[in-house]
């Protein structure tokens, strides 16, 4: 079983600056692809950026230019660095990992919420 665990939401002026990270622990994975998804309440859960094994990323057309993921693989942890942030990126943000195997896990969830 693998774990995931979040860090870094918070409240933060439109405009500035937030680092998520998730790490993950539990039983040794091996990991296709890690990410984050965000949702606020009466919608759904929307991608916002991954990053692969091979460290090939991708990114929702709504924070492209703002946003960056990375990764530790020795670590198995990974980053979003949210730069520029709007009043409209609040929302719930969730880390998500797949393994190879194309099982999926998801972090409990942190808040960011971006004041106007």
């Known amino acids: 079983q693998v774990q995931l665990v979040e860090s870094g939401g918070g409240l933060v002026q439109a405009g500035g600056s937030l680092r998520l990270s998730c790490a993950a622990s539990?039983?040794?994975?091996?990991?296709?692809?890690t990410g984050w998804y965000r949702q606020v309440p009466g919608k759904q859960r929307e991608l916002v950026a991954t990053?692969?094994?091979?460290?090939?990323?991708n990114y929702a057309d709504s924070v492209k230019g703002r946003f960056t993921i990375s990764r530790d693989a020795a670590k198995k942890t990974v980053h979003l660095q949210m730069n520029s942030l709007k009043p409209e990126d609040t929302a719930v943000y969730y880390c998500?990992?797949?393994?190879?195997?194309?099982?999926?896990?998801w972090g409990q969830g942190t808040q960011v919420t971006v004041s106007s």
């Open positions: 539990g039983s040794t994975v091996s990991i296709r692809t």
């Open positions: 998500h990992l797949q393994t190879l195997w194309y099982s999926d896990y």
């Open positions: 990053i692969n094994n091979a460290g090939s990323t």
